[in-house]
């Protein structure tokens, strides 16, 4: 039996309890449960933004490209998210969204690995990196071909010796299943293949290490869990052995070697840089500073460990006081991502009732209910607070008067 004291206790021993204070925490007791989707604001943000328009922009414009460090900015905060996800400092890089570094990594598996074409990845990955891959197979022709395992089948079972690279998503933006990235990876370099991880539902949540697992490439969303606030640019890895190996598909002129040579020639910068395509999102970038602030400061045991307790503390608490609600995500931690999932089958109208309720979670059609845990703001008592009223909801059947509304 779980108690509302037993969840307090645990917010007064939570060594990240601290860290809450930096953000901003709206009025009103709203919880937020969708860090899957957009992790909370640093407080730090607005002012680092005004700051950076007022003197950046409408005093220093053009000065600041070479006062203001916004040319460095993608690899300063490549290095700030890398140990979050085992990758060393120079492997990340920031920039483009998550769908476009897809894009470019593929691209340059597939000239890693020339006789080889088939990019294999699930059917039931993110759509937008289905469609990444079934765009490049369209642009590429015969070179390319690409391969999808249908939903709950092994993708070790779909690598031969054709395939040029594994493209998975490290957790199920629905249910939030965790695949093995260790052995995957193991098996796409015994046939010969490249492997690329999406993490998005991982990166600031669950511990991710890519070098010990052997990855490849890996691309993420910096908007969710890592709180870089709505549109923040995404990031990649590109293992340290393939960087200059690897040929940019995007050569734009901030991957040049010398791009302020302006020579008509193209020739990729060494190592990550070769990646970057255009000017840097300097605004955004400025804002995603201040959340990776905040976690350089803190222990990646911290994170995780929190993260893993309030995925504990939610399952336990759904079973106590919702026994009917069927869990979609896996029960042991290690198979899990950044959020748990619930089914029902009116899972829309389910959310607006939890949203009237000051519960702020999300859907996936058909039935999935997502609860993101966000580590470095949610309080165990919070979660105490989001099953109460959702029990009170499944118990008075409120959810059956609310109107689903379109949500992204
Ligand atoms: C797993 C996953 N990959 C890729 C994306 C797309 O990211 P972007 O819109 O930055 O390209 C998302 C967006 O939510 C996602 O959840």
Not at 125 to 134: C, D, R, T, V
């Amino acid at each position: 039996m779980i108690t509302y004291e037993q969840c307090q206790a645990m917010d007064r021993a939570d060594p990240l309890a601290p860290v809450q204070d930096l953000f901003d925490r709206p009025p009103g007791g709203r919880i937020y449960l969708d860090a899957n989707s957009i992790g909370a604001m640093p407080k730090a943000a607005p002012q680092r933004l005004r700051q950076l328009m007022a003197d950046g922009w409408s005093r220093d414009r053009r000065r600041s490209w070479s006062t203001g460090e916004w040319l460095s900015a993608p690899k300063r905060l490549g290095d700030r998210i890398a140990p979050l996800i085992g990758a060393a400092p120079g492997e990340v890089l920031v920039c483009d969204s998550t769908s476009i570094n897809l894009f470019k990594l593929l691209a340059g598996a597939l000239k890693l690995r020339p006789g080889r074409r088939v990019i294999v990845s699930e059917a039931g990955n993110f759509p937008s990196n289905l469609y990444i891959a079934q765009g490049l197979d369209d642009l590429l022709g015969q070179a390319c071909e690409f391969r999808l395992v249908p939903e709950g089948d092994d993708p070790a079972g779909y690598i031969d010796q054709d395939t040029a690279v594994l493209s998975l998503s490290l957790v199920d933006y629905r249910t939030g299943q965790r695949l093995h990235m260790d052995r995957l990876t193991q098996v796409a370099h015994q046939a010969g293949a490249l492997a690329l991880w999406d993490l998005s539902h991982a990166a600031g949540a669950i511990p991710v290490d890519l070098n010990a697992a052997g990855a490849d490439f890996a691309v993420g969303c910096t908007y969710k869990y890592l709180c870089g606030g709505p549109g923040a640019p995404a990031f990649l890895f590109t293992a340290g052995r393939h960087q200059d190996a690897v040929k940019p598909a995007l050569t734009g002129w901030m991957g040049h070697a010398a791009q302020f040579e302006f020579a008509t020639g193209y020739v990729p910068a060494p190592g990550i840089g070769r990646q970057l395509c255009g000017t840097p999102p300097v605004l955004a970038n400025a804002v995603l500073e201040t959340a990776l602030e905040i976690w350089s400061t803190l222990a990646p045991h911290d994170i995780h460990a929190k993260h893993a307790a309030l995925s504990r503390l939610l399952i336990g608490l759904l079973d106590q006081r919702c026994p009917g609600v069927p869990l979609v995500s896996p029960r042991a931690y290690g198979s899990q991502g950044g959020h748990i999932s619930i089914s029902h089958p009116d899972g829309a109208a389910l959310v607006e009732a939890l949203a009237r309720r000051g519960v702020i979670c999300s859907h996936r059609a058909p039935d999935t209910v997502r609860f993101g845990l966000g580590p470095l703001t949610l309080r165990y008592g919070d979660l105490w607070h989001a099953v109460d009223r959702l029990a009170d909801i499944l118990a008075d059947e409120t959810w059956r008067v609310a109107a689903p509304a379109s949500e992204i």
